[in-house]
């Protein structure tokens, strides 16, 4: 934690629910917010799985109410996809945001809900609280875990004009309620589970070697470390394991918890150009980068990976310090590779050509403002290449 005065933040949802069937508590919820029309914002993966008309027929059911659906939110959501839903959300006069899905559905929903009561584009509120009134009343219902976004301030749209992931952080876009319910993850498929997996661990490991973590965010990064390590592979082994599934919603929500209010670093930073220039998924783009980041970090935080190394089970009694931490980098490296993460980002269709204008836009990325190592642009563009 930094020394000297300064006040350190910490948001999260008003009200979480967690837990197996935590979700059928929905209907109570809207009734209690007071909305007459919901909005149901998701995407065409989930309807197709039926959980949308699922969550649908509960709001009517428990709720007396109906429901207005856009499932037309894609992975890694633009500002067009935002101003598309908002378009829908105000033709129908709805009055409550309903995210059902991954960080995708979370997102477009923030976007949709900031620029319904600010007025003017998506692409104003890029940076740090640049809103000025309230959203609509807002429920996020996790499916992934995950992202994180069903409980924190982060808002991450793409720019389609520029290819650039906007990184929107802003504390009234936080959701007023959060339920993360285990049952409605058991149908992620491995590979989702994987990518979803690793996103949290590094939210987590961000956040524990961020500038600003505090003994608050120390305490939700280790546990959420701690966690995934001993149950992402087996949710990806075995969907249905209820005790992984749960314990990973546990784990992505201390993630978000500790990111939330720790920030994140230059995995982030770097992670937002891969998705914003190539449309590539987010968790595997973090979960390649993460140990090439900390390499290039771990001389500023070398004590805090060692505490990530004991954390992710790790056994490093007799070890130099500096040897301690490297098994961080190592265990690191041995789940993504378990739980069949891509080995580099050559893999994915990137381009060296491509990597000094990512480069670039990487060090303008508010993520790395709370990277404990400064780097040059050469230095990102080295990562870069340690990780094709």
């Given at each position: 934690m930094a020394a000297g005065e300064q006040v350190f933040g910490f948001y999260i949802p008003t009200v979480t629910l967690m837990g197996i069937g935590a979700h059928k508590q929905l209907g109570e919820q809207i009734k209690t917010l007071g909305s007459a029309k919901p909005f149901i914002c998701t995407d065409k993966g989930i309807t197709k799985a039926g959980l949308t008309q699922k969550i649908v027929d509960l709001i009517k059911q428990d709720a007396g109410v109906d429901c207005v659906v856009f499932d037309d939110t894609i992975p890694n959501p633009t500002d067009t996809n935002v101003h598309d839903g908002l378009k829908i959300f105000k033709d129908n006069d709805c009055d409550m945001i309903i995210s059902l899905g991954g960080g995708s559905s979370h997102d477009c929903g923030k976007g949709i809900g900031i620029v319904a009561t600010n007025g003017g584009s998506i692409r104003d509120y890029?940076?740090?609280?640049?809103?000025?009134?309230?959203?609509?009343?807002?429920?996020?219902?996790?499916?992934?875990?995950?992202?994180?976004?069903?409980?924190?301030?982060?808002?991450?749209?793409?720019?389609?004009?520029?290819?650039?992931?906007?990184?929107?952080?802003?504390?009234?876009?936080?959701?007023?309620?959060?339920?993360?319910?285990?049952?409605?993850?058991?149908?992620?498929?491995?590979?989702?589970?994987?990518?979803?997996?690793?996103?949290?661990?590094?939210?987590?490991?961000?956040?524990?070697?961020?500038?600003?973590?505090?003994?608050?965010?120390d305490a939700c990064a280790l546990k959420a470390i701690q966690l995934i390590s001993q149950n992402l592979r087996a949710a990806v082994a075995h969907g249905g394991d209820m005790v992984a599934r749960d314990n990973m919603a546990y784990a992505e929500y201390l993630a978000g918890m500790a990111f939330n209010n720790a920030s994140l670093g230059h995995v982030h930073?770097?992670?937002?150009?891969?998705?914003?220039?190539?449309?590539?998924?987010?968790?595997?783009?973090?979960?390649?980068?993460?140990?090439?980041?900390?390499?290039?970090?771990?001389?500023?935080?070398?004590?805090?990976?060692?505490?990530?190394?004991?954390?992710?089970?790790?056994?490093?009694?007799?070890?130099?310090q500096r040897e301690a931490a490297e098994k961080a980098l190592e265990a690191i490296k041995t789940l993504s590779a378990d739980v069949g993460i891509p080995g580099g980002l050559k893999e994915l269709g990137v381009q060296k050509q491509d990597l000094p204008v990512m480069a670039e836009n990487a060090q303008k990325d508010a993520c790395g403002l709370t990277n404990p190592r400064c780097p040059t642009l050469e230095d990102v563009i080295e990562i870069y290449k340690n990780a094709m």
């Open positions: 890029e940076g740090v609280n640049k809103s000025t009134k309230a959203m609509p009343a807002f429920i996020a219902i996790n499916t992934t875990a995950g992202t994180g976004s069903e409980m924190t301030r982060f808002c991450i749209i793409t720019d389609t004009s520029r290819k650039v992931k906007m990184a929107i952080v802003d504390w009234r876009v936080t959701p007023n309620i959060a339920i993360n319910d285990p049952l409605l993850m058991v149908g992620m498929p491995p590979a989702l589970t994987a990518a979803t997996g690793m996103d949290a661990l590094t939210h987590a490991v961000e956040a524990y070697v961020s500038t600003i973590a505090t003994p608050v965010t930073a770097m992670a937002h150009q891969l998705g914003g220039f190539y449309d590539l998924p987010h968790g595997v783009c973090n979960a390649i980068l993460l140990p090439h980041v900390q390499r290039f970090n771990m001389i500023a935080k070398v004590s805090r990976f060692v505490d990530i190394a004991i954390a992710m089970g790790e056994v490093v009694d007799g070890l130099s």
